[in-house]
Each structure stands twice: as structure tokens, then as C-alpha cells.
């Protein structure tokens, strides 16, 4: 209870408007979830007080004997998120996704300009409008498909203004992972005007 408890707070607060800069890898990354994190704790105390049981019959009889090795599954999906985590990089050739069920790297020539637009504050996807959906490359399996990016551990006004600057601003593309573009980013994004789609 305290492990989910923790996972729940963990999406509360309000979430950065900030990006890590990796100028080793030309990018700007999303920082890591705690939420993941957390899940994984749930999942291996709620498995181990099952496996752990001498009782472990009594306690989930018949059909229910699956339980435990479902529960040892949600471990394993959870912990290896947790160990790879997942964020939503931005790079001079595009806007990259990866965990650890596969990627999803889509060109700023595949999207349409003028977007994508402010979803909802609390939001956790951000949906993304293709203008050549040709262009998109995805690997492995995502449960969210082509079209959004998972962004719970980022303020989601912020990258979607993001992406919306650069790709209505290819100039600044190639200078993507540098700190002087971020600070320049942050002062674009700053004196952007308000309204609907814009933050």
C-alpha cells in the first residue's frame, strides 16, 4: 500500500517544465518517472508476501493459483521500465521515444505544422498530427502506437510547445542538445504568444 501510495503521489505534483540537456548524445530528454519506480516496489512486496506464504494454496486456491506468477510478471515488466526507464528525447533529425517494449522515432518532416496542440494540463499522452506518416519509424511493441508520445513525467504544455517550435522553426533543428539552444529555447518558448493551442 505504501509502495502504490508513493506511485500515486508521484503523479500529483506538478510536473517539470524542463529537459535534461545531453550534449554527448545531441538531445533533450525528458527527465526519468519516479512512477515506474514505484510500481515496481508494489509489485515485488504483493509478490512476495504471496510467495513468501506457507499457506500459498489456502490463500489463493484453484483458478487463483495464477496470481502469483502473473504478479511475478508485473515485476518483471515493471522493474525493467524502471531499469531503462522511458523519456521522450527531442534530436536535431526528430522526436524519439524508447522503453523497454520498443521505440518510436518519428521526423520533424513527418509532422504537421502548427502542431501538435496543448492537450489537457493533466494529460499523460500527447497526440501527434503527421503530415507525412510515411516518414515514421516503430520498433518492437508500444501500447500507445504511432500517433502519441507517453509524457507523464514532463509538463505537457511545455512539450508540446516544444515540438511545435522546432517543427515550425527548422532553422534551430541542427543546434538541438546544445545549452546555448536550450537557453534560447527557453527564452522563445518564454515570449511565445497565449492562446489556444499555445502555453
Not at 536535431?92 to 522515432?105: A, N, Y
Not at 499523460?124 to 503527421?130: F, I, N, P, Q, V
Request: aromatic share 10%; net charge positive.
Amino acid at each position: 500500500m505504501l509502495a502504490m501510495s508513493l506511485a500515486l503521489l508521484a503523479l500529483l505534483p506538478p510536473r517539470p517544465t524542463a529537459f535534461l540537456v545531453k550534449p554527448e548524445v545531441r538531445a533533450f530528454a525528458t527527465e526519468p518517472s519516479a512512477f515506474q519506480v514505484y510500481m515496481a516496489v508494489a509489485f515485488m512486496f504483493l509478490a512476495s508476501l504471496l510467495l513468501g506464504t506457507d499457506h500459498l494454496g489456502e490463500v489463493v486456491g484453484g483458478p487463483f493459483m495464477v496470481l502469483p506468477f502473473l504478479l511475478l510478471v508485473g515485476v518483471g515488466v515493471h522493474v525493467a521500465g524502471g531499469w531503462r526507464g522511458f523519456s521522450v528525447e527531442l534530436r536535431p533529425d526528430g522526436v524519439c521515444q524508447r522503453d523497454f517494449t520498443g521505440s518510436l522515432t518519428v521526423p520533424w518532416e513527418a509532422l504537421a505544422p502548427g502542431r501538435p496542440y496543448q492537450p489537457e494540463v493533466r494529460a499523460s499522452t500527447l497526440a501527434l498530427t503527421y503530415a507525412q506518416p510515411d516518414l515514421v519509424r516503430r520498433r518492437g511493441i508500444l501500447p500507445l502506437g504511432r500517433r502519441r508520445l507517453r509524457i507523464d513525467n514532463v509538463h505537457p504544455w511545455f512539450i508540446a510547445d516544444t515540438i511545435r517550435h522546432y517543427v515550425d522553426h527548422p532553422q534551430h533543428r541542427a543546434a538541438i542538445g546544445e545549452p546555448a539552444e536550450y537557453q534560447r529555447l527557453r527564452q522563445a518558448l518564454a515570449s511565445s504568444p497565449t492562446g489556444p493551442g499555445h502555453g
